[in-house]
């Protein structure tokens, strides 16, 4: 086990049944907390582990960033636990974390799900997030609106800087953000980028889904994700955006309770 994995801190649903567990690997900016409620849902077949990824929720904070130091600290965790093999469901950078570990080792993956990305670089950057969280004035605040409205610029979608501002936390009296912005913000075009996985491939039972309305899973993407994916199925719904776990729950979570 390389010396830089780190420990992850994590939620937990679902009751120990002897089953494979299934890990939910989260995206840039946000947390485990942000898959509560569909862990609960997965939780009634499957026990059920939602990971912080490092410098993110609750993890520890490190320089490195990239995706395989990121699937080192998953299959750490799976080997601190005894976990022979583990379905894993990974959104965006998440879903880049566990493409990872599936490539990597794709022993230790039993099926695979990946919401929303595809194993390319990608041309957009989230850097001005990084820069407004940084630049955002917390000394003296006492109220949550008046951070966010120092991110409305930078971040004029509402719904957007609500997600955002989940990482800011209040302690003593104090404000301050939970993630790691200098580490993210130093490792942004790896978190854009995938690694080079040369020849690997990963065998097992592949899930890709994708919302209609976003542009991470587009038809010009279906030929990498196969090259690595041979077995992937894609599937689309129609009239949703990046988050399309939190827009249409109910629907993410039937597609993936049928491919399980």
Known sequence: MPQQALPLTYLEAGEANGGTPMLVLHGLFGSARNWQTLARRFGERHRVYALDLRNHGGAPWAE?????????????????RGFARATVVGHSMGGKAAMALALAHPDRVERLVVADIAPVAYTHTHAPYVAAMKDAKLEGVTRRPEVEAQLAD?????????????NLVLENGVFSWRINLDSIGANM???????????ARYDGPALFIGGGAS???????????RRHFPKAEIRMIEGVGHWLHAERPAEFAALVEGFL
């Open 64 to 80: 490195g960033m990239s995706y395989p130091e990121m699937a080192d600290d998953v299959l750490r965790f799976l080997d601190d």
């Open 154 to 166: 930078a971040v004029p979608e509402a719904p957007l800087r609500s997600f955002l501002m989940q």
């Open 189 to 199: 075009e790896g978190l854009i980028g995938f690694p080079d996985f040369a020849g």
């Open 215 to 225: 542009d991470y899973i587009r038809p010009e993407h279906h030929d990498a994700i």
